[in-house]
């Protein structure tokens, strides 16, 4: 199966990575198409398997699925040049953008389409990863699936429901940073050097994640485990919800959700 990905910027690059990290995919099934050299440069010097171009036509041409990973205002664009062919699977990056505008500006009704809305880690096969699809069998949702859990978790969702997740995951993964961040600023003037603070507290992140996801548990169980009734985890708990943490971590969500769609 050949993909081409159109793109090579933030998400177009971290999803070539992930693709060729994988092994549904040969690396030299992959051709990645970008107007600029630099970024595609640097993907052909980690993965030299990997074909490049300057071409969007040329990258899809004969491209079984064209992942189109360009800003919503180039879409229309891009697809006009691209002149998409029956049977190849389109699979849109652009967040807003709608199968129904997406059907508009291929004048293909029944083309097979994906909205796909990773994360940035999805280059360190770690991305939580949201698909919703159109006009597609069940076995090519299970492969796009498939695909994509090798690159961290995919889920089949309704397009309905892209808003709010993708302010849960793609904008989630920046307020996790930031969390890490605000850490690492307390540890400083703790006295904690910073590289050694990033590492701890990203350690912490993770594990914590982990435990969501390796057992059948809630963050609630897990936050009361380590709260010792009259223990400092409970005052920082408590001082955390008096600064109105979970309230705006909630009203950031919401949000990031009204913008999406």
């Not at 992942?67 to 891009?78: G, I, N, S």
């Not at 293909?108 to 939580?128: V, Y």
Request: net charge negative; proline share 4%.
């Amino acid at each position: 199966m050949k993909v081409a990905i159109i793109g090579a910027g933030n998400m177009g690059g971290a999803i070539a990575r992930g693709l060729a990290k994988g092994t549904f995919i040969p690396a030299g099934d992959i051709i990645i198409a970008n107007p600029s050299q630099g970024k595609l440069d640097k993907l052909k010097a980690e993965f030299p398997a990997l074909q490049v171009t300057n071409d969007n036509r040329e990258a899809a041409n004969g491209a079984d699925w064209v992942v189109l990973a360009v800003k919503p205002w180039l879409m229309e664009q891009v697809i006009e040049e691209l002149q998409l062919k029956s049977g190849q699977v389109l699979i849109s990056v652009a967040a807003g953008i709608s199968f129904w505008t997406l059907e508009r500006y291929i004048g293909n009704e029944g083309m097979t389409m994906f909205r796909l809305i990773p994360n940035t880690a999805i280059s360190e096969m770690q991305s939580m990863t949201l698909i919703a699809s159109h006009n597609a069998t069940p076995e090519q949702e299970q492969l796009l699936l498939d695909v994509f859990n090798q690159m961290g978790l995919a889920m089949l969702i309704p397009e309905g429901k892209i808003a709010a997740t993708t302010a849960m995951t793609s904008c989630g993964i920046a307020y996790a940073l930031k969390y890490i961040q605000a850490v690492m600023q307390a540890g400083i003037e703790l006295g904690v050097y910073p590289k050694d603070g990033m590492r701890m507290v990203a350690q912490s992140v993770k594990g914590a994640a982990e435990l969501i996801l390796n057992n059948d548990t809630h963050p609630s169980v897990e936050i009361d485990k380590v709260c010792t009734p009259g223990g400092i985890t409970i005052r920082g708990i408590n001082e955390l919800e008096h600064g109105g943490f979970t309230s705006t971590l909630i009203n950031a969500v919401k949000v990031s959700s009204c913008q999406g769609e």
